[in-house]
Nanobody, 114 residues
Framework: QVQLVESGGGLVQAGGSLRVSCAAS????????MGWYRQATGKQRELVAG??????NYADSVKGRFTISRDNAKNTVYLQMNSLKPEDTAVYYC?????????WGQGTQVTVSS
């Protein structure tokens, strides 16, 4: 069983930065995909960034602004968000895929004011 707990969301002005963290409990290996999704009001959940075996991938909308990283010893994945825009406002969800099963955190709200 895997549990994911996010932290670090909040309110920030456009152009500012935030870092969200996701601490995982349970057995997760570096080859298990982990990442961040977001869901804005009235929109579908979308992939923001993922990392597997140290290799990151990003949605085009966040490339160059967001950085995903992972501390395997702490079973924690981070998302550093810079140059935030109002359109980044959403609930951000941590995700992990372990033994072909998807796990989700409870979500953390990120609000970017203009």
């Amino acid at each position: 069983q895997v549990q994911l707990v996010e932290s670090g969301g909040g309110l920030v002005q456009a152009g500012g930065s935030l870092r969200v963290s996701c601490a995982a409990s349970g057995t997760i290996f570096s080859f298990n995909p982990m990442g961040w999704y977001r869901q804005a009001t009235g929109k579908q959940r979308e992939l923001v960034a993922g990392i597997t075996s140290g290799l990151p991938n990003y949605a085009d909308s966040v490339k160059g602004r967001f950085t995903i990283s992972r501390d395997n010893a702490k079973n924690t994945v981070y998302l550093q968000m810079n140059s935030l825009k109002p359109e980044d406002t959403a609930v951000y969800y941590c995700h992990a895929r372990v033994r072909q099963k998807d796990y989700w955190g409870q979500g953390t709200q990120v609000t970017v004011s203009s």
